[in-house]
T-cell receptor, first 115, second 111 residues
Framework: KQEVTQIPAALSVPEGENLVLNCSFT??????LQWFRQDPGKGLTSLLL?????REQTSGRLNASLDKSSGRSTLYIAASQPGDSATYLC??????????????FGKGITLSVRP | DGGITQSPKYLFRKEGQNVTLSCEQN?????MYWYRQDPGQGLRLIYY???????QKGDIAEGYSVSREKKESFPLTVTSAQKNPTAFYLC??????????FGSGTRLTVV
């Protein structure tokens, strides 16, 4: 059974710092991996989607990498801002149950960026 | 703009009452999902549907029911059999092989 782990559960950094959020998964047979952001009381907003054949994806100040063989993904946030404060979740879709199969989520990392 | 609409945003249920949460998407996505989110427990899958008129139980389906009569709509009914329904409910959809898109959620509270 796939397990997705995000450590630490919470992180506090000063504004302007570059930071890396980690995600690990136990089964490397994945279809894709997706990073989401969730603000308190809100739904999930998709940040980046990495297909299994890709190594990384970039959007603005965000860069996500994927290393299937080691079961790891990282989300890099450049020049962090207070507006980046939120919970960041990663989720993997397994390979063996098809293109519309369900995601397995990590529990998320709650990021606080201090002004 | 395309997206997923969940309604209502807040819902209050009395003991023994069934309530239905609405989820509508105009993204032309094939698959739709319902998740429940509780503090400290992450997201747990309730039901999912990959095509119209077909759906499967997720990890915590007991006390819930769904229907998928139209591609755009995937309503979730929380029945009186669900003993602890207070939670944040999220609906999502995906195209074949693509990424998930989520709605803004419905917060259900038992009164």
């Amino acid at each position: 059974k796939q397990e997705v782990t995000q450590i630490p559960a919470a992180l506090s950094v000063p504004e302007g710092e570059n930071l890396v959020l980690n995600c690990s998964f136990t089964d490397s047979a994945i279809y894709n991996l997706q990073w989401f952001r969730q603000d308190p009381g809100k739904g999930l907003t998709s940040l980046l989607l990495i297909q299994s054949s890709q190594r990384e994806q970039t959007s603005g100040r965000l860069n996500a990498s994927l290393d299937k063989s080691s079961g790891r993904s990282t989300l890099y946030i450049a020049a962090s801002q207070p507006g980046d404060s939120a919970t960041y979740l990663c989720a993997v879709r397994p390979m063996d149950t098809g293109a519309n199969s369900k995601l397995t989520f990590g529990k998320g990392i709650t990021l606080s960026v201090r002004p | 703009d395309g997206g997923i609409t969940q309604s209502p945003k807040y819902l209050f249920r009395k003991e023994g009452q069934n309530v239905t949460l609405s989820c509508e998407q105009n993204l032309n996505h094939d698959a739709m999902y319902w998740y429940r989110q509780d503090p400290g427990q992450g997201l747990r899958l309730i039901y999912y549907s990959q095509i119209v008129n077909d759906f499967q139980k997720g990890d915590i389906a007991e006390g819930y029911s769904v229907s998928r009569e139209k591609k755009e709509s995937f309503p979730l009914t929380v029945t009186s059999a669900q003993k602890n329904p207070t939670a944040f409910y999220l609906c999502a959809s995906t195209p074949m092989g693509g990424g998930y898109t989520f709605g803004s959620g419905t917060r259900l509270t038992v009164v």
